[in-house]
């Protein structure tokens, strides 16, 4: 199909092409504004040997240290999937919660591997002090799994765990941006319908 074809059909559904991107972008900036604006958090830990354990390959110390720290680190990753650990952290918050939907009560804390020994975690909240409660709970929960997951020989614990200052950003809610960019996919899934009608229709 030549192009001046192209263009010729798409004036013949200029019409459905505006309203239906009209329509989504309604949609978009309706949803924007209605979702509060919340505050971002991204805590960061590092996970430290304190006491290793007795190795007679000594030559190979420093690697197993180091395999044990990205281990351990995807131990405390895993943790922050689970309900009752989730719960704990909101305690130790000393913050309300319910869980009226079980797979985003477990997925509200997203959480990346940054290497061996540092992993980040972030979360939303829609108030600064329980952002900042919710962090402080977390990591008091963190820690004392920590202290309890591996002991020595000596019943001494073989991690600690750093907590870095959290970061807080402010993220307002965006209506106008929601409808431009609801819009321009709204033409695009425009076009896209025209041809699939187009292509059927051929057939």
Request: charged share 15%; aromatic share 12%.
């Amino acid at each position: 199909m030549e192009l001046k074809h192209h263009i010729h059909y798409l004036q013949q559904s200029a019409w459905f092409i505006v309203m239906f991107a009209l329509i989504v972008g309604c949609i978009a900036g309706f949803v924007s504004w209605r979702r509060p604006a919340v505050f971002k958090v991204v805590q960061t830990y590092q996970v430290q040997l304190i006491n290793r354990s007795s190795t007679v390959d000594y030559q190979y110390g420093s690697y197993y240290d180091l395999k044990g720290a990205e281990i351990f680190t995807q131990y405390l990753m895993s943790v922050l999937r689970s309900p009752a650990v989730i719960e704990a952290i909101y305690q130790q918050a000393a913050l309300p919660y319910e869980i009226d939907n079980l797979s985003r009560f477990t997925n509200q804390f997203r959480t990346d591997q940054d290497s061996a020994q540092q992993f980040t975690v972030t979360f939303s909240q829609q108030q600064q002090t329980a952002a900042e409660a919710l962090a402080g709970g977390m990591t008091a929960e963190l820690n004392t799994l920590t202290a309890q997951a591996e002991l020595d020989d000596r019943d001494q614990p073989l991690w600690q765990l750093q907590a870095l200052p959290p970061v807080l950003v402010y993220q307002p809610s965006q209506p106008g941006l929601a409808v431009l960019l609801g819009t321009v996919a709204g033409a695009l899934g425009a076009v896209v319908l025209v041809y699939i009608k187009r292509y059927l229709q051929a057939d």
